[in-house]
């Protein structure tokens, strides 16, 4: 299944679309210009219109094409407007990636600010929820529709990360429930565990931390591009990124 605004051309997404949440800097970033080194049209979303823009520039000087939506994904409506607007345009979808989400504040539970754990649930779980009920025609409409979300090993609990552990810990429930709702279709959900990676928000939870000992967002994109492919075919598990960079390593890398 190809589109026609996709660039054409022999990489692995060629003729795919691909939306991702997050996409202007980080590991969002990284997978939006991965994926269109691979041939996919990207649609990149994230708050701000001039760094969408920046990286909107990268992939138009690599040949790539994007479409870019500035959006606050903390506003329902603005979602379900993004699944609408996809609709028109293209009449679906091929990959979803939810990257998207914020730290919060690590802080004991029983002082977490209510607005602080409003916004990191809103962001974290119910705008990946919001996003799965926009677009799943589309993903349906595609011949392997794929959907990407991002976890974290705090998923499983860790002292004074309340909000960001319990939204990812619900993040992990709602994509596996989804998951098995799709098993008999074409479709695929999964979500990757990132592991300590170079990224902002890593440096807001560990300042003392040296940057340059940690992977880059672009160590990680192939990871992402992995599970986008129609080939993939996982279903409904938290992959945890390291361990597939290991498989994927060629011999003597």
Do not use: C
Not at 75 to 91: F, K, P
Request: hydrophobic content about 45%; aromatic content about 6%; proline content about 6%.
């Amino acid at each position: 299944m190809t589109d026609p605004d996709a660039p054409t051309g022999a990489g692995r997404l060629a003729g795919r679309l691909a939306l991702i949440t997050g996409a202007s800097r980080g590991i969002g970033r990284a997978v939006a210009l991965a994926f269109a080194r691979e041939g996919a049209h990207v649609i990149l979303v994230a708050r701000t219109q001039a760094a969408l823009e920046e990286v909107d520039d990268e992939i138009r000087a690599g040949g790539g094409q994007a479409t870019l939506v500035p959006a606050d994904l903390t506003d329902g409506d603005v979602i379900d407007r993004i699944g609408g607007s996809v609709y028109q345009r293209w009449g679906r979808l091929d990959v979803l990636v939810g990257n998207a989400g914020i730290l919060g504040m690590l802080t004991p539970v029983p002082e977490v600010p209510p607005d602080v754990w409003d916004r990191v649930i809103a962001l974290n779980l119910t705008a990946n929820w919001r996003l799965i009920r926009s677009v799943d025609p589309l993903l349906r409409a595609s011949d392997a529709g794929r959907a990407i979300f991002v976890t974290s090993g705090v998923a499983d609990g860790r002292a004074y990360w309340g909000p960001y552990a319990v939204s990812k810990a619900a993040l992990e429930t709602l994509v596996r429930t989804y998951a098995g709702e799709i098993g008999k279709t074409a479709m695929r959900a999964n979500l990757i565990d990132p592991g300590a990676t170079r990224t902002r928000m890593r440096a807001e939870a560990y300042p003392g931390e040296d940057p340059a000992s940690l992977k880059s967002p672009e160590d990680l994109s192939e990871v992402f591009v992995t599970l986008a492919v129609p080939s993939w075919t996982r279903n409904g598990e938290v992959i945890k990124a390291e361990a597939l960079m290991t498989t994927a390593r060629p011999a003597g890398g």
